[in-house]
């Protein structure tokens, strides 16, 4: 007779999975994709004096989406700002899709959060979401492979938490 606990090999099982998934796609895509997890941006400025205007990198890193950004130089004035970080976690990625007008010309990638808070403090961007300009020669093949890798890296995140979801309710069962 099995002592284990209902369902406990069932967990057990789909961790194994999730292991050995991990590990298969790490190594295809640090393979195929480790030269295109980031693309240059810009969110144009507002007014014609060219204030706020942005430019940055967004960076499918493995731990989280990390958007880097900075004010623009303008003509007679050097503000000489550093990039500054925002880490966006894989989960509150709600979308991210490539926006092309004819053809491949100024290829945009509009960025959506679940939480809003992130870009709050980045100018010329929507409530949870941002519409950025991409720079460029390569753009488009570029977009299009970074959108590759932030389907997987937001589905790896969304598995992780489930397997860390289950686990904790398997704690608080066996606990009771």
Not at 7 to 26: C, D, I, S
Not at 146 to 175: E, G, H, P
Request: charged share 25%.
């Amino acid at each position: 007779m099995d002592s284990s606990p209902p369902g406990g090999g069932r967990l057990l099982r789909a961790r194994q999975v999730a292991a050995k998934l991990r590990v298969f796609l790490t190594l295809t895509t640090h393979s195929m994709i480790t030269d295109f997890t980031a693309l240059s941006f810009e969110i144009p400025a507002r007014d014609a004096l060219g204030r706020e205007h942005v430019e940055g990198k967004l960076v499918a890193a493995e731990a989280c989406l990390q958007f880097y950004w900075r004010f623009r130089d303008r003509t007679f004035k050097r503000t000489g700002d550093d990039m500054r970080l925002i880490e966006v976690d894989y989960t509150n990625v709600e979308s991210v899709v490539l926006q092309m007008t004819f053809f491949w010309f100024n290829p945009r990638l509009l960025l959506k959060l679940a939480d809003p808070r992130p870009l709050g403090e980045v100018p010329g961007t929507q409530v949870g979401a941002a519409t950025l300009l991409l720079t460029g020669s390569d753009a488009v093949e570029e977009a299009r492979t970074f959108l590759k890798m932030m389907d997987y890296r937001k589905s790896d995140a969304i598995a992780n938490a489930r397997i860390t979801r289950m686990s904790d309710l398997d704690d608080q069962r066996r606990s009771l």
